[in-house]
């Protein structure tokens, strides 16, 4: 099982990264939500989470679950949203305002093309 989530987290990864690296806005947007569902199943599987055991410690109970992996994912998955949102929100206003959706850093050599 831990083969598989290290395929997996290695994969989500691998694929946010290449899309990252994308020259649309679209593309990017989706590769740092993989980036960040890896970090969420990374964060998630380090804290060693066992089934059946209560997440507080009981007198009778046999051990119990480290509450603070849950709770760092949850506070991630808040953030990632939050970020989530501004991004899209200023590829909306990058595409209103130059009407494409190109991501690259040749501004000024595309506005020498156009002038001249």
Not at 2 to 17: D, M, N, R, Y
Not at 41 to 55: D, E, I, Q, S
């Amino acid at each position: 099982m831990e083969a598989l989530i290290a395929i997996a987290i290695g994969t989500l990864t691998a694929s946010g990264v290449y899309l990252m690296l994308r020259q649309r806005t679209f593309p990017v947007i989706i590769g740092l939500t993989l980036v960040s569902y890896a970090v969420n199943v990374f964060l998630f599987t380090a804290g060693r989470l066992v089934p059946g055991l209560p997440a507080i410690i009981a007198k009778d109970a046999a051990g119990y679950t480290d509450p603070l992996p849950q709770a760092l994912v949850l506070t991630a998955i808040v953030i990632s949203f939050g970020m989530t949102a501004v991004i899209v929100l200023m590829a909306l206003g990058s595409w209103l305002e130059a009407g494409h959706d190109k991501v690259d850093m040749d501004d000024e050599k595309d506005e020498q093309e156009t002038r001249a």
